[in-house]
T-cell receptor, first 112, second 115 residues
Framework: SQQGEEDPQALSIQEGENATMNCSYKTSINNLQWYRQNSGRGLVHLILIRSNEREKHSGRLRVTLDTSKKSSSLLITASRAADTASYFCATHSGGSNYKLTFGKGTLLTVNP | EPEVTQTPSHQVTQMGQEVILRCVPISNHLYFYWYRQILGQKVEFLVSFYNNEISEKSEIFDDQFSVERPDGSNFTLKIRSTKLEDSAMYFC?????????????FGDGTRLSIL
């Protein structure tokens, strides 16, 4: 299995609804990050949650981390059409490791 | 807000040719990265660069790849003797600190098409 796997692979909702995306990983982590990618563009950092944190908020975003289950969730509240994008979780395993390991992403479509 | 810039946005190259992808990281950042994303697949780490040397590389980053920071602003990825399977989006990223403590800032990528 891959480190950082998101589900669902695709999610379609109506504007104003909440969107929840999940991420599971296999190995221990130092932190987990969520990124957004609009079609044809680069990745934009959304939020970073450290392994000793359980929940973090940023505007309409809420991220939870459960290290015992090796999982994280990203909740977007009151979604907007502009939230339409792919969302990726990325893990950093710590130590002298420099890289981020990305999942395959969730494609979120918010219909007006 | 400062951003990472990449050129060109699209590069078409014949198989076997050399290609250089260019990036200008954010000016006060110290860590630099290259990732690639084959169409429809996940973003994959290639290499990280700190203090003028490679700090980590993946198994993808074999002898056909090299990176360089030729001056104080540019960060380049060179692919020698390109193969069809090198076709992908290549993203440059930078961070002020190590990945473990800081988010990475990505450019919009270079789409590399090998014919």
């Amino acid at each position: 299995s891959q480190q950082g796997e998101e589900d669902p692979q695709a999610l379609s909702i109506q504007e104003g609804e909440n969107a929840t995306m999940n991420c599971s990983y296999k190995t221990s982590i130092n932190n987990l990050q969520w990124y957004r990618q609009n079609s044809g563009r680069g990745l934009v950092h959304l939020i970073l949650i450290r392994s000793n944190e359980r929940e973090k908020h940023s505007g309409r975003l809420r991220v939870t981390l459960d290290t015992s289950k090796k999982s994280s969730s990203l909740l977007i509240t009151a979604s907007r059409a502009a939230d339409t994008a792919s969302y990726f979780c990325a893990t950093h395993s710590g130590g002298s490791n420099y890289k981020l390991t990305f999942g395959k992403g969730t494609l979120l479509t918010v219909n007006p | 807000e400062p951003e990472v810039t990449q050129t060109p946005s699209h590069q078409v190259t014949q198989m076997g040719q050399e290609v250089i992808l260019r990036c200008v990281p954010i000016s006060n950042h110290l860590y630099f990265y290259w990732y690639r994303q084959i169409l429809g697949q996940k973003v994959e780490f290639l290499v990280s660069f700190y203090n003028n040397e490679i700090s980590e590389k993946s198994e993808i980053f074999d002898d056909q790849f090299s990176v360089e920071r030729p001056d104080g602003s540019n960060f380049t990825l060179k692919i020698r003797s390109t193969k069809l399977e090198d076709s992908a989006m290549y993203f440059c990223a930078s961070s002020p600190g190590q990945a473990g403590n800081q988010p990475q800032h990505f450019g919009d990528g270079t789409r590399l098409s090998i014919l």
